[in-house]
C-alpha cells in the first residue's frame, strides 16, 4: 500500500525556520518525481515545489524561491522541505503529493495527510 | 505564471444532477491538466489525469475533456459522496498553478 507521511509541522516564530519530512512506503521513491502542495485556513491548494527523481532538477513558487528547498534521500525513502525565514503568510497544512514515475502518468496519485505549520509571534 | 480560471466558483444542484466545472488557462497546457477532488478535512484525491483519463477507482459517473487551454469536468448524476471542492491544476509549467476551486453543493 502506498503511504506518503509527512511530520516536522509547528508553531514558529517570523523569521525562523522550520524542516518538513515526508516518509514515502509502498513503492520506489527513486523512480519518482514528488511534490510539496500547501493550502493554507481555508484556501485553495498552492503548488510549492518539485524535485525530479534523482534531485538533479527542482522547481519552487516564487513565493518560496530563496527560502524553502526541497530535497531527498532515496536510500532513505524520505522527502524533504527545508523552510527558513518563515512569514505569516506560509502558515497552510503542507501536502507531500506523489508525481510522474519514471514511466509517465499519472501524477498526483497519492497525497499525505498533511502537516501544519504555523507562522505566529 | 500560467493562470487557471475555474467556473463557477459554487454550484448547489440535487442528486441526479449533471454537472459540469470549466476550467480555462491563460495558455495553452497540452495534456498537462489534472482534476482533484477535496472533501473537508481530507486530502485532495486525483480524479482525472492528463486531461480525460480516469484514475484507477474513480467512478465512471466522472468525465473530463478539453484541449489547448479550456477544459471541462462532468458528473454525469451527481451522488451524496461527490459533494466537495474541485480543483484543476496544470502541470505544463513551473509554477503548477491550481484553479481556485468549485465547490459543489447540495441545493
Known amino acids: 500500500e502506498v503511504q506518503l507521511v509527512e511530520s516536522g509541522g509547528d508553531l514558529v516564530q517570523p523569521g525562523g525556520s522550520l524542516r518538513l519530512s515526508c516518509a514515502a512506503s509502498g513503492f520506489t521513491l527513486s523512480n519518482y518525481w514528488m511534490h510539496w502542495v500547501r493550502q493554507a485556513p481555508g484556501k485553495g491548494l498552492v503548488w510549492v515545489s518539485r524535485?525530479?527523481?534523482?534531485?538533479?532538477?527542482?522547481r519552487y513558487a516564487d513565493s518560496v524561491k530563496g527560502r524553502f528547498t526541497i530535497s531527498r534521500d532515496n536510500a532513505k525513502s524520505t522527502l524533504y522541505l527545508q523552510m527558513n525565514s518563515l512569514r505569516d503568510d506560509d502558515t497552510a497544512l503542507y501536502y507531500c503529493?506523489?508525481?510522474?514515475?519514471?514511466?509517465?502518468?499519472?501524477?498526483?496519485?497519492?497525497w499525505g495527510q498533511g502537516t501544519l505549520v504555523t507562522v505566529s509571534s | 505564471d500560467i493562470q487557471m480560471t475555474q467556473s463557477p466558483y459554487s454550484l448547489s444542484v440535487s442528486i441526479g444532477d449533471r454537472v459540469t466545472i470549466t476550467c480555462r488557462a491563460s495558455q495553452s497546457l497540452g495534456s498537462y491538466l489534472n482534476w482533484y477532488q477535496q472533501k473537508p478535512g481530507k486530502a485532495p484525491k486525483l480524479l482525472i489525469y492528463a486531461v480525460s483519463y480516469l484514475h484507477t477507482g474513480v467512478p465512471s459517473r466522472f468525465s473530463a475533456s478539453g484541449s489547448g487551454a479550456d477544459f471541462t469536468l462532468t458528473i454525469s448524476s451527481v451522488q451524496p459522496e461527490d459533494f466537495a471542492t474541485y480543483y484543476c491544476q496544470q502541470s505544463s509549467r513551473t509554477p503548477y498553478t491550481f484553479g481556485q476551486g468549485t465547490k459543489l453543493e447540495i441545493k
Open positions: 524535485i525530479n527523481s534523482d534531485g538533479s532538477d527542482i
Open positions: 503529493v506523489r508525481g510522474f514515475s519514471n514511466s509517465g502518468w499519472p501524477e498526483g496519485d497519492f
